[in-house]
């Protein structure tokens, strides 16, 4: 049980975290800061945060566990700006996308007191944003993925496993290179490519009576191009040399299909199509069998 989470970030992610404790029964107070006002006192009459505070110091002071809730690009400052107020019985997580980045920032920020803070990434989220879609459920049954540094202190660590796990996630450790390699092929890839598909359908003439005739598969594909803007411009930056490695590996795949179709090649054609198709089939059933 924690006495006081201290919130970061009253969106979605930062929401759902708050909800999904006191759910649990594992805090008894929140506080919480956002840079909008306005969402701070939404959180609050949502039941999200019981008190909204004007800065990030005063949401982190006195509390034992704080959850930093904001784009990638805002840690470094956020962790600076708590740095007077952490102590070091207290865990620091974050949510982001992207890890390399985040502890680099966080090493910075927060230099001796780096062994509070703890790198994580729940895989889950919506398609969109605001503390008015915060959902207790949200981690229920999805990965968390820990990415702690060498400094990282085992008390804030063990601590850490064991919140993800009461909330009813599946923790996965890995190094922050391994965590960003992975992510730029399975996540910030498919993004980008959603990004590129509604601009690429938009941007012509005829794009809005083609739209106007899609279907499900269109829309699952592109589902997640709703995502917030500015999040997912702080992660494919973040995340580029990765993410740029892994558009080289789609782009020479695309070549392919494209040579069988100029050349009239049905049976390499069906053969390629055939091994995404059984990748895939495999893939979702791990999925569908695997233990949450």
Request: charged letters at 15%; glycine letters at 8%.
């Amino acid at each position: 049980m924690f006495e006081q989470l201290g919130l970061i970030g009253c969106g979605l992610m930062g929401g759902s975290f708050a909800l999904a404790l006191k759910r649990a029964g594992l805090v008894k107070r929140v506080v919480g800061y956002s840079q909008s006002p306005a969402t701070s006192q939404k959180a609050r009459q949502l039941g999200v945060i019981d008190e909204a505070v004007p800065s990030a110091l005063e949401a982190a002071s006195g509390a034992d566990i704080v959850l930093v809730a904001v784009p990638v690009a805002a840690t470094e400052a956020t962790l600076h700006a708590i740095q007077p107020a952490v102590t070091p019985q207290m865990l620091i997580m974050d949510v982001g996308s992207t890890k390399g980045d985040v502890l680099a920032a966080a090493q910075r920020a927060l230099g001796e007191r780096i062994g509070t803070f703890v790198p994580a990434h729940p895989i889950a989220g919506k398609e969109m944003a605001g503390v008015e879609h915060a959902d207790a459920k949200l981690y229920q049954g999805c990965q968390v993925i820990l990415t702690p540094a060498e400094q990282t202190h085992s008390s804030q660590l063990k601590q850490a496993i064991g919140v993800w796990q009461a909330l009813g996630s599946r923790v996965v450790q890995m190094s922050p290179e391994a965590h960003d390699a992975a992510f730029a092929a399975v996540s910030h890839l498919p993004h980008l490519l959603a990004f590129a598909m509604m601009n690429a359908v938009t941007g012509q003439s005829q794009g809005q009576e083609f739209l106007a005739l899609a279907g499900p598969g269109f829309r699952d594909f592109t589902r997640i191009a709703a995502s917030d803007p500015k999040v997912w411009r702080d992660i494919l930056l973040a995340n580029r040399q990765e993410l740029l490695v892994q558009s080289q590996h789609f782009q020479a795949q695309l070549r392919a299909f494209e040579a069988l179709m100029t050349q009239g090649d049905g049976t390499a054609l069906q053969a390629l199509i055939e091994q995404a198709s059984t990748a895939r089939s495999q893939w979702h059933l791990k999925q569908h069998n695997r233990p949450c």
